[in-house]
């Protein structure tokens, strides 16, 4: 907010104009603690000194950031603080009111790093024994890193194989002001049906790894409803985050693998399945085929018995007909009469002036009854 030249402020007006402009003035400064003391509601009250001339800077750090980080303010320790500068009205005293509150030097932070991890290691936060297995075949898996770069975009060019559900929350991961952002994603998808949890990022320096090196965080982690995957790449030193986690891993395309291992084996298990069941399937229609074409020449040469059996029936059965052929005795000089073409066996089978058909060997006596006698 520009300050207007030609007009005259009062005192209150002046110092809140003054703190909206100072508000936008957010820079990191460095220095040692000088004087150091809570106040009664948590808020911690110090200065910074710098180490060249001596000069003096009043600080504040509210109770709950100051909680946040871990690290406790007293005389001698060296930081660096983020923050703005603030003027306070009632006393019109300026003070830097700091956002975040790190350990400054790579000595500072390896002895941050080292006194933590033995506390943890004593409550057994590290140990083996309490690691949870990941689900055989997770699905419901929940994501924290930032939304932009290559840590999210090979993550997902990785996992998308197997149709996850991803619930992404995006974070900060990056320097001691990511600790706020990925505690209250934690506590996000503490609220979601999820089956894992995956917090990753890229590598980087000591120093951009700190929010990973808080022990709010990594009691977050251990306490989460389910398993946590962390993927962090690091040199020597391994974020304590990822000693605390279930399973840890150096890269989220490794994260990734994890995940999709056991979808993996699954798959390669179904399709051996499949190639032995066809395999299997085609032994088993050979074995038809052979079957068939047995039981087709089986078929086939009982059909041939027996057309050969009925064929032999027939021709006997031809030779009793013959033999029994009343035709057959009109070459031994008998005939056969009939009239009208019914064959006359008895008497009272004909009538005076009944046309009679008389057939001997070589043809037909037409006749006419004159006369009968019994």
Known sequence: MEIDKDKIYGISEFVALLNVNL???????????????????????????????????????????????????????????????????????????????????????????????????????????????????????????????????????????????????????????????????IRTLRKTDIEVLVIIRGGGSMESLMPFNNELLIREIVGFPVPVVVGIGHDKDVPLACLAADKSESTPTAVANILSENWEKALLFLENQEKNILISL????????????????????????????????????EKIIMLNNPERQLKLGYSIASINGKIIRKIEDAKIGDNIDIKVSDGIIKSEVKNMKN
């Not at 009925?310 to 006997?316: D, R, S, V």
């Open 23 to 185: 508000k936008s003035t957010k820079v990191k400064i460095v220095g040692e603690v000088g004087e150091a003391k809570s106040g009664p509601t948590g808020h911690m009250y110090f200065t910074l000194k710098d180490e060249k001339d001596g000069a003096m800077l009043n600080c504040i750090i509210w109770a709950r950031k100051y909680q946040l980080y871990g690290i406790k303010l007293e005389p001698g320790v060296k930081i660096i603080a983020f923050g703005n500068p603030e003027v306070y009205a009632p006393n019109g005293r300026l003070s830097f009111v700091a956002d975040t509150i790190e350990p400054a030097g790579e000595g500072s932070l390896k002895k941050q790093y080292d006194e933590l991890k033995r506390k943890l290691e004593k409550e057994g936060i590290f140990d083996a024994k309490n690691k949870r297995p990941l689900p055989i075949y997770p699905q419901k898996i929940g994501v924290i890193t930032a939304k932009q770069g290559a840590v999210i975009n090979d993550f997902l060019t990785n996992i998308k194989r197997f149709g996850f559900k991803i619930k992404f929350v995006d974070s900060r991961v990056e320097g001691q002001g990511a600790v706020e952002d990925l505690m209250s994603a």
């Open 282 to 317: 085609k032994e088993v229609l050979n074995d038809v085929k052979i079957n068939i074409n047995d039981f087709k020449n089986k078929f086939l040469q009982n059909i041939k018995s027996v057309l050969q059996n009925a064929h032999e029936q027939i021709n006997h059965a």
